[in-house]
């Protein structure tokens, strides 16, 4: 974890709260250091955001790719295993000949309605969508 966002910002903090203490005792009005520390509260605060959200990200896509290569490796590595029959076939043969196609379908149409839904709640989303 990286604390130098968090140790500048407390920074940024101290140094403001000693100039409007300053300003208030002697009168004069205050410079831009509030502006300065708004804007580095905004950047920690969409650091955190980017990281959440790419962990998220990361962690979808590697149980989606496990997903596949269970269907892809497992099903047919341990064919001889799965030989019941499925909708009156081996279901070996029907998961290489069509279940394996669906299931990458459903993989791909839920990576995308997941991705949709995790922009939307990131402030991620495209306005073109």
């Given at each position: 974890m990286c604390l130098a966002p968090a140790v500048?910002?407390?920074a940024l903090a101290i140094q403001c709260i000693v100039e409007v203490a300053l300003a208030a005792l002697l009168g004069?009005?205050?410079t831009g250091l509030q502006a300065q520390l708004a804007t580095a509260?905004?950047?920690q605060q969409s650091t955190e955001k980017r990281r959440r959200y790419w962990r998220k990200?990361?962690?979808v896509t590697a149980l989606l790719l496990l997903l596949w290569?269970?269907?892809t490796f497992g099903v047919s590595y341990f064919a001889r295993f799965l030989n019941f029959?499925?909708?009156g076939w081996p279901f070996s043969f029907w998961m290489g000949a069509q279940g394996s196609l669906?299931?990458?379908g459903l993989i791909i149409g839920f990576y995308a309605w997941y991705m949709n839904r995790l922009d939307a709640e990131h402030g991620e989303a495209?306005?073109?969508d």
């Open positions: 500048q910002t407390v004069s009005g205050l509260y905004m950047q990200n990361l962690r290569f269970a269907v029959s499925f909708f669906l299931v990458y495209n306005e073109d």
